[in-house]
């Protein structure tokens, strides 16, 4: 599967931004998907995942700012992001995977990733 995000821009702290990741190829029904963020000079980190049967999981720096969710009609995931916060600067990443989410916080859980769209919070 390819994966296609965009979405991102500049957005003053405590205003909203949605993402979205577009795939195409195999079936997009089949998988678990997820959003993972990275800032200048961190790790690539955990933010979403929705799985097939659309039980959502969250980090928990935006349980309840962020809500992830998917139309498989459109092959679309979404991250709706609310009450931005300058520590969310970020590239944020899609991801998709098959099969179990035993374990899903990990990028090397993921086989296939889109190209990072950057989101600016500015203070």
């Known amino acids: 599967v390819q994966l296609q995000a965009s979405g991102g821009g500049l957005v003053q702290a405590g205003g909203s931004l949605s993402l979205s990741c577009v795939a195409s190829?195999?079936?997009?029904?089949?998988?678990?998907m997820a959003w993972f963020r990275q800032g200048p000079g961190q790790e690539r980190e955990f933010v979403a995942m929705i799985t097939w049967r659309t039980n959502t999981y969250y980090a928990d720096s935006i349980k309840g700012r962020f809500t992830i969710s998917r139309d498989n009609a459109k092959k679309t995931v979404y991250l709706q992001m609310r009450n931005l916060k300058h520590e969310d600067t970020a590239a944020y990443y899609c991801a998709a995977r098959r099969g179990s989410i035993s374990t899903y916080r990990s990028v090397n859980d993921y086989g296939y990733w889109g190209q990072g769209t950057q989101v600016t919070v500015s203070s």
């Open positions: 190829g195999r079936t997009f029904i089949d998988y678990n």
